[in-house]
């Protein structure tokens, strides 16, 4: 899907694609570069970035670099940002690819994308636009999500754009560490009386979002991942607490 | 320089550019990719990569992506490759680039590929070279690597593939941590004695490699870095110990 609500096969809201490409571009500031050097051929570079308010990239390349040499000769590029917490599989954490051109920010965008900007790299403000530092942004055209293994989407730039990076997840992290660590009780009874898993021995929270959040589930038949919506959206991450007690709840009633 | 030996402008020895980019293949196992779509435009992702016994990077990659669509249309990539222990200023640490095209491993370069490939993903043996999956080798044609703000060399493919890897690139955090927690009174020594900062007030180890550590300084006149080669280049972690114990014995003197 590139817009809406996205639901996994039991109705269980997730995050969309366009939802989840935003919460990694806002969650991030390093970036891997993909430019063309003067023969075609790609050139990659690691490169710091921050985002204007729609999730537009803002780079600041210096033509004493190849990258910036290469994009003054042709605008298309492409950014991919992991997510930068990866513990375990890193192909099984999320990426996002944005392709499109470079340009530099209008008069009407060039102090948003200089704030940003520095807001990122403190001390930019020294060189960030001037001598051989260009600051530009990312005209995005194609966005292609990657959520690791079997989950994927391309959305478009319009739904990429709209979309709202996930407000909770600065939290994610410590409240996953939290529950696991104090509430496996409370994720198993969840596991069982929520996620139509009567049998499970153990149960795991392996992300969590604002809709809601992903069990590692095993059971004697085996292993099985679940998903648990939320009664509603988290919109802040001190509204996690709530989320997860009402689930708790609900597989004790 | 591109080989030989590489000093500092006080004469210390320091890894040259290949090693420093054959650290950093040997050090990590994840890259971003950089490949041509269909419209010759550039296609940033991130792969897991492992490396030959001469650092060459072995890529395993599936038609279902578009990376692997975009190599079997066009071979031309680039990998960049950064330090996986990043703290504080990600653009103060070093990344690699290399460019060149992504081949089909040959009859005799297959085994080491896929054994290298499976040593870093376990289990890719029951897909790796199967159905829509293909192992790739990268034919390095280009090296690039940045080691931080004002440390960067190009360096040919030759120099790359006969440099070796720092083999204590593996014990140098905890080696660091360790110095600058319980001997930091030794540390100040070096630079006062060692490094012609006869003023100094505070010294901590910034890195250490096998040839020697950088420091950071401060003096009444501003921050300074200074370079400490060790008498002996150290050949493993463990000799890390008696390398810096000589330093510290030399400061003593």
Not at 143 to 158: A, E, F, L, N
Request: net charge negative; proline share 6%; with cysteine.
């Amino acid at each position: 899907m590139s817009s809406g609500h996205a639901t996994t096969g039991d109705g269980a809201r997730r995050p969309t694609a366009a939802e989840e490409a935003r919460t990694l571009v806002a969650g991030n500031r390093m970036a891997a570069l993909a430019t063309l050097s003067e023969d075609g051929s790609p050139w990659a570079s690691l490169v710091l970035y921050a985002a204007l308010a729609d999730g537009t990239p803002v780079l600041c390349l210096s033509t004493l670099a190849e990258h910036g040499r290469n994009v003054t000769r042709d605008a298309r590029a492409s950014v991919v940002i992991g997510a930068s917490d990866v513990t375990g599989d890193p192909l099984d954490s999320g990426r996002v690819t944005l392709a499109g051109r470079l340009e530099e920010p209008g008069d009407e965008q060039f102090d948003a994308a200089r704030t940003a900007y520095e807001a990122v790299a403190p001390g930019s403000g020294v060189y960030g636009g001037f001598g051989d530092f260009t600051y530009y942004v990312l005209r995005v055209a194609r966005v292609r999500w990657v959520g690791g293994y079997g989950r994927m989407d391309s959305t478009d730039p319009g739904a990429f754009h709209a979309a709202e990076p996930d407000p909770v997840a600065s939290g994610a992290a410590s409240a996953i560490g939290h529950l696991n660590a104090d509430h496996a009780d409370a994720l198993l009874l969840m596991a069982q009386k929520l996620c139509g898993h009567p049998d499970a021995i153990e149960a795991a929270c392996a992300r969590i979002d604002r809709y809601g959040m992903d069990l590692h589930v095993q059971t004697p038949r085996g292993p099985a991942d679940a998903r648990l919506a939320f009664a509603e959206p988290a919109n802040r991450p001190g509204d996690l607490r709530a989320a997860t007690v009402e689930l708790a709840m609900r597989a004790r009633a």
